[in-house]
């Protein structure tokens, strides 16, 4: 029996090892007012804060996400909107000692020719390289999760005859971390990338008070995506309420939708 619980504990613990270390250091998004034909410069910095040697590969590939919880990473050149072709990386390998950081460098070559206005955008992944050692005779599973990190590359063109058109896909509340959450998921069908927030009013039903006003966290949105914004409501009892979500961005520019909401007694 003792035996049994023995391999038991080495199997799970193969199993849940974790690749851990890296980390990059100045943002997960990057974001340029751009010109036809001008080159931007921008860096990426990485730090090994692990204990061993580690390689690190960069790469680009094109991105996007919905309110379903789909990313979608692709090949570069397959949005019509990427700017993946304009990117040039100063290397796509690096390799950091125990604790040591370093800066990948990359410039953006804006064409002479960009007509339409609007974001144009692609991720620069940053990815551990799993070290195989084929000398390497362990018997059991040994699995190794690796975390990888996409930065956003965003550039507005002629942004000023660009807008976003943000748009209510949902709403539902759930439990979340013993919090109850109203999540709104919001699309943005324009051209400009934006970050809004999203703030429901709540009135008494049966009264028009109003009781109160919550806010989400402000969060990115590229044009021809959605996602889930989360807003804290666990102030409000159990009832149905008349509600006003207004989802509003940078410029002040405020998209609103009634509705009614039903907090239920979990």
């Known amino acids: 029996m003792i035996k049994s619980i023995l391999v038991l ?3 799970f613990l193969q199993f849940c090892f974790l690749k851990a270390g890296i980390v990059v250091i100045n943002g997960l998004s990057h974001s340029y007012n751009i010109e036809n034909g001008k080159v931007y410069k921008g860096k990426i910095e990485i730090e090994n804060t692990g204990n061993q040697i580690q390689s690190v ?12 919880g789909t990313i979608y990473y692709s ?17 796509n390998l690096v390799t950091l000692k125990a604790k040591q950081k370093t800066e990948v460098y990359y410039e953006i070559n804006v ?61 539902k509340i759930e439990k979340q971390e013993g919090k109850q959450m109203l999540k ?6 324009g051209n400009l990338y934006c ?3 999203v703030t429901v009013e ?28 989360h807003i804290d409501i666990s102030k409000i009892s159990p009832d149905k309420y008349n509600a006003v979500l207004i989802a509003t961005d940078e410029e002040e520019n405020a998209f609103a939708l009634n509705v009614e909401l039903e907090v239920k007694n979990d």
Not at 78 to 86: L, R
Not at 213 to 228: D, E
């Open 9 to 11: 504990l080495i199997f």
């Open 57 to 68: 590969k960069l790469f680009l590939q094109d991105y996007s996400y919905k309110s379903n």
């Open 75 to 91: 090949a570069p050149q397959t949005n019509s909107k990427t700017n993946s072709g304009w990117i040039k990386m100063n290397t």
């Open 111 to 171: 064409p002479n020719n960009i007509s339409e206005p609007g974001t144009y955008w692609s991720v620069i992944m940053v990815e551990p390289v799993e070290e195989i050692n084929p000398n390497n005779n362990k018997q059991g599973v040994n699995i190794t999760s690796i975390i990888r990190y996409a930065i956003q590359v965003i550039t507005d063109f002629d942004s000023e005859k660009a807008k976003p058109d943000l748009k209510f896909e949902g709403i």
């Open 184 to 189: 709104v998921a919001i699309a943005n069908k």
């Open 195 to 197: 970050k809004p927030t």
């Open 202 to 229: 709540i009135y008494n039903k049966k009264t028009g008070e109003k009781l109160g006003n919550f806010s989400s966290m402000a969060s990115g949105l590229l044009p021809q995506t959605s996602k889930y914004y």
